[in-house]
């Protein structure tokens, strides 16, 4: 007899052929094609180890569900911290709102809005509120820590996109400092991490001079009107006055070092 612990499909076939027990080994003839399908304790072990995978799925689905909520609480933190130095400044300056968007070009309701944590501002807006206020984005973000040493390790530099800005930030592109806050020096040079598709959040024009050079990927300069493409390994200079932007128009992220003098982030 049949292995109770088998189970068995029966279907008529033409051929003659024997039939085996895969648990008794008992052959005998048959008329049918005989198959086996796995036994009870094989297909209990095949439901625990899908019951396994399925709770490991579960698992990463809800750890990263945390992470994501842990990452939109930081950067609401990082908002409200933002809009409480943008309006410590103005308040000690003695200005008012409608006084700082005459002189940045924003209107009362966006600076509202930044200054309560509800809107993420670009680095442009952010650039330009700075200089309204007479600083640099550098001064109104740091906590007037004193830069230690000389070297800044890799994932050690501040990251503006990323201090009060939003991860990538309104534009897609994430602005590096290689000089660090606070230093006293006549140079800014920062290390851009421009995304696929990401442009800067229209032209900026200031004091100083500009230079630059592609590390990987490709850009568009615009500089007064004119566009530019370079690609990996080259550079570029102009005078600050000149209004000038970046896009990304490849499939790639673009890395760029960027220098200019006097500091204006």
Known sequence: MLSKSCAINIHW????????????RQIWPRTAEITFTPCNQNLGTFNSSRATVEAEANLKKS??????????AASQDELSALGLKLRHARTVRGMRLADLAMVSGCSESLLS???????TPSLNTLHSLAKGLGLTIAKLLSDDAAPKGIVMREGQR??????????????????????????ESALQATLLHVQPGARSDGLRQHEGDEVGYVVSGQITLTVEGDRYFLKTGDAFFFPSMRPHGIENPGNSPAVIIWVNTPPTL
């Open 158 to 183: 501040p990251v503006l996109s990323r201090m009060g800005l939003g991860g990538y930030g309104v534009d897609g592109v994430e602005t590096e400092l290689l000089i660090p806050f606070g230093a």
């Open 113 to 119: 809005k930044i200054e309560n944590g509800k809107t």
């Open 13 to 24: 076939a033409l051929r003659p052929p024997i039939a085996t027990c895969t648990k008794t």
């Open 63 to 72: 750890a990263l569900a945390h992470a994501q909520h842990v990452n939109e």
